[in-house]
């Protein structure tokens, strides 16, 4: 079973940045289109950003102009960086493939708080 693990989160004031990394287990970055998911309290977890094999890359419409994904293949790792960080981006961070074929991680928690 692939292992996906998250991590780059933290605190951070409103306006700032931070850079999440996801590493697999195994080599799955080439193969499959990858996601960047959150769930804030009490909410779904939803899709922030996607990148497919081919690199085309989606992102929800909260996200857009202020959060990169990108993929390493050789590495197995995909970033995410975010700029501009409002207290909206609170949540737990995930990585998995779009759709979700593996276990979820543990993810990576993200405060956005003065």
């Known amino acids: 079973q692939v292992q996906l693990v998250e991590s780059g989160g933290g605190l951070v004031q409103p306006g700032g940045s931070l850079r999440l990394s996801c590493a697999a287990s195994?080599?799955?970055?080439?193969?499959?289109?990858m996601g960047w998911y959150r769930r804030a309290l009490g909410k779904e977890r939803d899709l922030v950003a996607e990148?497919?094999?081919?690199?085309?890359?989606n992102y929800a419409d909260s996200v857009k102009g202020r959060f990169t994904i990108s993929r390493d293949n050789a590495k197995n790792t995909m970033l995410l960086q975010m700029n501009s960080l409002t207290p909206e981006d609170t949540a737990v961070y995930y990585c998995?493939?779009?759709?979700?074929?593996?276990?979820w991680g543990q993810g990576t928690q993200v405060t956005v708080s003065s």
């Open positions: 998995n493939t779009h759709p979700d074929l593996y276990s």
């Open positions: 195994e080599t799955i970055f080439s193969f499959y289109a």
């Open positions: 990148i497919t094999p081919g690199g085309r890359i």
